[in-house]
């Protein structure tokens, strides 16, 4: 995993919703900036940027543009077709040598 893990398309989904809930109720980057006490770059960062962020800016964001985080979080990703969890591939592991011991 990279050093710095990036989820790119979740992030621009969370900014898109960011950016809509700010003009929804006619805050501008200017009074987030008065609000969390970020620099203006910062919250342009976060808003409209590219870069990661924090929860704890992400937060703070919210409580400036007076929503919920869960307001944010509304939205689906697509999920990995992971392994088994290791127990389960420990269990199948002994049985697939349980078995082939049996079958010799």
């Not at 969370?14 to 900036?33: G, H, S, Y």
């Not at 929503?67 to 944010?72: A, E, F, S, Y």
């Not at 979080?73 to 011991?101: A, C, H, Q, T």
């Amino acid at each position: 995993m990279p050093a710095q893990y990036k989820d790119k398309e979740a992030l621009a989904l969370i900014r898109e919703k960011l950016w809509e809930k700010a003009k929804a109720n006619r805050i501008t980057l200017a009074d987030v900036e008065d609000r969390t006490e970020f620099s203006y770059s910062q919250v342009y960062r976060i808003l409209r940027g590219k870069n990661n962020f924090s929860y704890s800016h992400l937060i703070a964001i919210c409580k400036a543009l007076g929503i919920q985080p869960r307001d944010i979080f509304d939205f689906d990703i697509l999920l990995p077709d992971y392994p088994p969890v290791r127990k389960d591939r420990k269990k199948n592991l002994e049985g697939k040598m349980l078995r082939s011991k049996i079958l010799q």
